[in-house]
């Protein structure tokens, strides 16, 4: 089946350590993006990515990193330099303009 | 920025109609009014897009406003599963653009 697959589904991150969440989509879409969601808030925007090898930042890219080398994935790692990492991380994908956008189911981050 | 503002929360009862407005005054002609929802701990689902015209699917209608500063989302019959945060974003037609979604309203369904 199609869509997108983020892992790991929960996390435990010791504080001071790096972690890579990961989402890959077989939905042959160009764009991809990450969100950020703490509890009862919305979505903030990570970082997106519009075509391979190119990326551009969102709202809150202080203490993340992508990289987009290849068209069905684009991870996300999370820094020791991001101060407040505890949240629920969704990965999304869409094709051209205009048309909808596909989330994953999301990947908790617990920082202990 | 979102450019869309909407209401932070929304009661309904069960069964009954559900307006849920967002305001979008800066949208560009290119702009599309697409409709997302979020169940707890899941990732948003699509409800709803439009460009002009008014539209219907079997989960909600959109209604646009004529100067489309302004759309509605209408869930005909509310019922408990509709109970989820309801995001209004704009996305353009062309490009492949950031999609920043706002707080969204809260939609809480009495029985």
């Known amino acids: 089946d199609g869509g997108i697959t983020q892992s790991p589904k929960y996390l435990f991150r010791k504080e001071g350590q790096n972690v890579t969440l990961s989402c890959e989509q077989n939905l042959n879409h160009d764009a991809m993006y990450w969100y950020r969601q703490d509890p009862g808030q919305g979505l903030r925007l990570i970082y997106y990515s519009q075509i391979v090898n190119d990326f551009q930042k969102g709202d809150i890219a202080e203490g993340y990193s992508v990289s987009r080398e290849k068209k069905e994935s684009f991870p996300l790692t999370v820094t020791s330099a991001q101060k407040n990492p505890t949240a629920f991380y969704l990965c999304?994908?869409?094709?051209?303009?205009?048309?909808?956008?596909?989330f994953g189911e999301g990947s908790w981050l617990t920082v202990v | 920025d979102a450019k869309t503002t909407q209401p932070n929360s929304m009661e309904s009862n069960e069964e009954e109609p559900v307006h849920l407005p967002c305001n979008h005054s800066t949208i560009s002609g290119t702009d599309y009014i697409h409709w997302y929802r979020q169940l707890p701990s899941q990732g948003p689902e699509y409800v709803i897009h439009?460009?002009?015209s008014n539209v219907n699917n079997r989960m909600a209608s959109l209604a646009i406003a004529e100067d489309r500063k302004s759309s509605t989302l209408i869930l005909h019959r509310a019922t408990l599963r509709d109970a989820a945060v309801y995001y209004c974003?704009?996305?353009?037609?062309?490009?492949?653009?950031?999609?920043?979604f706002g707080a969204g309203t809260r939609l809480t369904v009495k029985p």
């Open positions: 999304a994908s869409r094709t051209g303009g205009g048309n909808t956008i596909y």
């Open positions: 974003i704009l996305s353009t037609q062309y490009n492949n653009n950031d999609m920043r």
């Open positions: 439009g460009l002009t």
